[in-house]
């Protein structure tokens, strides 16, 4: 049977379908089976499970892995290794759940025992380890920049049980074990275990109790396994393990062993003489290095032409039409995906926050074309990765009024924009965000194309990062809008809409939604028309707000809206009769926090212009309140903008 099935697929899947794998089971399981047989099963399940998919899926509906790890309470090595190996193939699968190996608490202490065995259960264990700790793949389009979605990762829980299991110091000493197979295993190990963990990689630089081996702590390892005369492998598992201790903070950004050794060695696997796979690997990893920091995106830009090698990544196949096997055309078209997506994530992160690596980026050999062809891509992870490279470079107002008018990215954009998965969805918005500035020349077409209906649509999203997203987008449009695109937010919106996101749990959306509401009230004609049909709505709500538990920017912002309503010619009267309001306008006068002074001060002064009609009624009616007292102690205040504001105020009352 054993000989049968090595190497043939076919003969593996009528094995199964023969029903062999319950029977190979029950023998493994039998007490009364030699070792030998037992092994034998072990050895020929495993052969099974290195078939197709279906054949691991046929496999664990037969629950094996239980069978398995039964198996290695067995004294017997040679058959614990059997089932490790089998373990191992099945785990690596990507239709076996992770959390199968977590099911029972005292499976993870068995194996980390059983790492001390041979040099086969090392490697077997470790690589088991790796599979079943893996978080998704680096993702994040979260820049600090304008605007910043919002998404989540995969929670350490599987990396937090193998710590709390002592798997970094059970597994430190293998890294300078004479085999290269447990050597690499080992690191991959590591790699998973300190991805965006910062409690792992904290343990990995310098814990509590020191973890090292032959006398060296971790990254110094590490940074030995960098060296040109190691493997390419065992080069790029370490720079991922340095870049994801650096990443969770355990080492500065400015340390050289990732400044002169981590970098370097990661735009050395971007070049051409690299395998396809290590140059994805290389420039994936380096776009996560230097995410959030922008002296290593100065640095990497300039290091080896690095934004010119990119280039090359769009350049496989060289010529797709002379491919007849079909195999291969597949391979190659997957291999060309990788590399387009590998290089726009990368290309995203060099431009995350310097103008000049922007402007040297878009200049690079036809990059906006690519980027435009990217975005109608098959592949949904290109696509993905196309729209987060035009999302960083959409930060430059230069490029914003030149490039991308240049090359119409907005129609393209909107494209995306129609029935894209959420993951898309966010960063696409954030990028149509970008695009609907006051300065952009894009604005006017993208809302012509009915983005309203659209970003309204988006405000009404069960996913945080989109209503963020939505508003963001709908407050940039209203900024010294027309009244009509004015009236069409509010009509989009809804009045109950505008409302729900005004009592939003999440402080984003609120105070955007509050930014939307201080824009639509700019401009008299537009605050008295606004207020004369939502007025008592949008009164409710400030109250509400200025009553409620909010931070400092929430209420100032508030205030700041007052003051725009307090600016309208009839709308001002929505103020002066709401003694309610007026209270509040008072208190905030004299608040502890200078923001919110000035800002309940410029509602003040434009409630008491005596320029405009009816200024002495509000005059007295405010100096009754006291109001006139404040201002008195406020032009004694040894803040200048306070002092200044309370002066030019009670002037209005000596005019």
């Given at each position: 049977?054993?000989?049968?099935?090595?190497?043939?697929?076919?003969?593996?899947?009528?094995?199964?379908?023969?029903?062999?794998?319950?029977?190979?089971?029950?023998?493994?399981?039998?007490?009364?089976?030699?070792?030998?047989?037992?092994?034998?099963?072990?050895?020929?399940?495993?052969?099974?499970?290195?078939?197709?998919?279906?054949?691991v899926k046929s496999l664990l509906d037969c629950h094996i892995i239980p069978a398995l790890l039964q198996g290695l309470l067995?004294?017997?090595?040679?058959?614990?290794?059997?089932?490790?190996?089998?373990?191992?193939?099945?785990?690596?699968?990507?239709?076996?759940?992770?959390?199968?190996?977590?099911?029972?608490?005292?499976?993870?202490?068995?194996?980390?025992?059983?790492?001390?065995?041979?040099?086969?259960?090392?490697?077997?264990?470790?690589?088991?380890?790796?599979?079943?700790?893996?978080?998704?793949?680096?993702?994040?389009?979260?820049?600090?920049?304008?605007?910043?979605?919002?998404?989540?990762?995969?929670?350490?829980?599987?990396?937090?049980?193998?710590?709390?299991?002592?798997?970094?110091?059970?597994?430190?000493?293998?890294?300078?074990?004479?085999?290269?197979?447990?050597?690499?295993?080992?690191?991959?190990?590591?790699?998973?275990?300190?991805?965006?963990?910062?409690?792992?990689?904290?343990?990995?630089?310098?814990?509590?109790?020191?973890?090292?081996?032959?006398?060296?702590?971790?990254?110094?390892?590490?940074?030995?396994?960098?060296?040109?005369?190691?493997?390419?492998?065992?080069?790029?598992?370490?720079?991922?393990?340095?870049?994801?201790?650096?990443?969770?903070?355990?080492?500065?950004?400015?340390?050289?062993?990732?400044?002169?050794?981590?970098?370097?060695?990661?735009?050395?696997?971007?070049?051409?003489?690299?395998?396809?796979?290590?140059?994805?690997?290389?420039?994936?990893?380096?776009?996560?290095?230097?995410?959030?920091?922008?002296?290593?995106?100065?640095?990497?830009?300039?290091?080896?032409?690095?934004?010119?090698?990119?280039?090359?990544?769009?350049?496989?196949?060289?010529?797709?039409?002379?491919?007849?096997?079909?195999?291969?055309?597949?391979?190659?078209?997957?291999?060309?995906?990788?590399?387009?997506?590998?290089?726009?994530?990368?290309?995203?992160?060099?431009?995350?926050?310097?103008?000049?690596?922007?402007?040297?980026?878009?200049?690079?050999?036809?990059?906006?074309?690519?980027?435009?062809?990217?975005?109608?891509?098959?592949?949904?992870?290109?696509?993905?990765?196309?729209?987060?490279?035009?999302?960083?470079?959409?930060?430059?107002?230069?490029?914003?009024?030149?490039?991308?008018?240049?090359?119409?990215?907005?129609?393209?954009?909107?494209?995306?924009?129609?029935?894209?998965?959420?993951?898309?969805?966010?960063?696409?918005?954030?990028?149509?965000?970008?695009?609907?500035?006051?300065?952009?020349?894009?604005?006017?077409?993208?809302?012509?194309?009915?983005?309203?209906?659209?970003?309204?649509?988006?405000?009404?999203?069960?996913?945080?990062?989109?209503?963020?997203?939505?508003?963001?987008?709908?407050?940039?449009?209203?900024?010294?809008?027309?009244?009509?695109?004015?009236?069409?937010?509010?009509?989009?919106?809804?009045?109950?809409?505008?409302?729900?996101?005004?009592?939003?749990?999440?402080?984003?959306?609120?105070?955007?939604?509050?930014?939307?509401?201080?824009?639509?009230?700019?401009?008299?004609?537009?605050?008295?028309h606004i207020m004369s049909t939502h007025g008592k709505q949008i009164m409710q709500a400030v109250t509400l707000i200025l009553?409620?538990?909010?931070?400092?920017?929430?209420?100032?912002?508030?205030?700041?809206?007052?003051?725009?309503?307090?600016?309208?010619?009839?709308?001002?009267?929505?103020?002066?009769?709401?003694?309610?309001?007026?209270?509040?306008?008072?208190?905030?006068?004299?608040?502890?926090?200078?923001?919110?002074?000035?800002?309940?001060?410029?509602?003040?002064?434009?409630?008491?212009?005596?320029?405009?009609?009816?200024?002495?009624?509000r005059q007295d009616k405010l100096r009754d309140m006291g109001i006139v007292d404040i201002l008195h102690k406020l032009s004694?205040?040894?803040?200048?903008?306070?002092?200044?504001?309370?002066?030019?105020?009670?002037?209005?009352?000596?005019?």
């Amino acid at each position: 049977m054993k000989n049968a099935v090595i190497g043939n697929n076919k003969q593996k899947a009528n094995l199964i379908v023969l029903g062999a794998v319950p029977r190979l089971l029950y023998l493994l399981q039998q007490e009364t089976s030699s070792t030998e047989l037992r092994t034998e099963c072990a050895v020929v399940l495993g052969s099974l499970a290195m078939g197709t998919e279906n054949n691991v899926k046929s496999l664990l509906d037969c629950h094996i892995i239980p069978a398995l790890l039964q198996g290695l309470l067995s004294p017997d090595l040679k058959f614990i290794e059997a089932c490790l190996r089998c373990l191992r193939t099945i785990f690596i699968s990507p239709v076996t759940p992770e959390d199968l190996l977590y099911t029972d608490a005292t499976v993870i202490s068995h194996l980390m025992a059983l790492l001390s065995r041979s040099r086969y259960t090392q490697e077997y264990i470790c690589q088991i380890f790796s599979h079943c700790c893996k978080l998704q793949h680096w993702h994040s389009c979260g820049f600090k920049s304008l605007p910043q979605p919002l998404l989540c990762a995969n929670g350490p829980d599987h990396q937090t049980i193998l710590f709390n299991h002592g798997a970094v110091q059970n597994i430190a000493h293998l890294l300078v074990s004479t085999s290269y197979k447990v050597r690499m295993q080992a690191l991959k190990c590591f790699s998973v275990l300190a991805f965006e963990n910062p409690q792992v990689s904290m343990t990995l630089v310098n814990g509590k109790h020191k973890v090292l081996v032959d006398g060296e702590l971790l990254p110094q390892i590490f940074v030995k396994m960098l060296q040109r005369d190691k493997p390419v492998e065992m080069q790029l598992t370490s720079a991922k393990c340095l870049t994801s201790m650096c990443r969770a903070g355990a080492i500065r950004t400015d340390d050289s062993c990732i400044v002169l050794k981590t970098l370097p060695c990661l735009v050395r696997m971007c070049s051409k003489e690299r395998l396809l796979e290590e140059r994805v690997e290389g420039a994936e990893t380096l776009a996560y290095l230097i995410e959030t920091d922008v002296e290593l995106q100065r640095i990497a830009s300039i290091t080896d032409h690095l934004i010119v090698m990119l280039a090359d990544y769009f350049k496989y196949p060289s010529s797709v039409s002379a491919i007849t096997d079909i195999k291969r055309l597949d391979h190659d078209l997957k291999h060309a995906h990788e590399l387009r997506q590998a290089a726009f994530k990368l290309y995203a992160s060099l431009g995350a926050n310097d103008e000049d690596i922007r402007k040297k980026i878009i200049e690079t050999e036809n990059m906006m074309d690519r980027i435009v062809n990217g975005l109608s891509e098959s592949s949904i992870k290109v696509r993905l990765a196309a729209v987060r490279c035009l999302h960083s470079l959409s930060r430059s107002v230069q490029q914003l009024r030149t490039s991308f008018q240049d090359h119409a990215v907005w129609k393209p954009l909107m494209k995306v924009l129609q029935n894209a998965p959420n993951e898309i969805l966010v960063v696409a918005s954030s990028t149509l965000c970008n695009l609907l500035l006051e300065f952009s020349p894009s604005k006017e077409p993208i809302l012509e194309s009915g983005a309203i209906e659209l970003l309204c649509s988006l405000t009404q999203s069960e996913n945080l990062a989109l209503r963020v997203n939505g508003i963001w987008a709908l407050m940039n449009v209203a900024f010294q809008a027309e009244q009509k695109i004015k009236s069409d937010i509010l009509r989009g919106l809804s009045t109950e809409q505008l409302f729900q996101l005004l009592s939003d749990s999440d402080v984003n959306v609120l105070m955007k939604t509050l930014g939307l509401l201080r824009n639509l009230l700019s401009t008299r004609p537009h605050i008295d028309h606004i207020m004369s049909t939502h007025g008592k709505q949008i009164m409710q709500a400030v109250t509400l707000i200025l009553e409620g538990e909010h931070n400092i920017e929430v209420k100032e912002q508030t205030l700041c809206i007052l003051a725009n309503i307090a600016d309208g010619t009839t709308a001002k009267e929505l103020i002066m009769t709401n003694d309610d309001i007026l209270q509040k306008i008072k208190y905030y006068m004299s608040h502890s926090n200078a923001k919110l002074q000035l800002a309940a001060m410029f509602c003040i002064s434009n409630l008491v212009w005596n320029e405009e009609e009816g200024s002495q009624e509000r005059q007295d009616k405010l100096r009754d309140m006291g109001i006139v007292d404040i201002l008195h102690k406020l032009s004694q205040s040894s803040d200048p903008n306070l002092c200044d504001k309370a002066k030019t105020a009670l002037q209005q009352y000596l005019a």
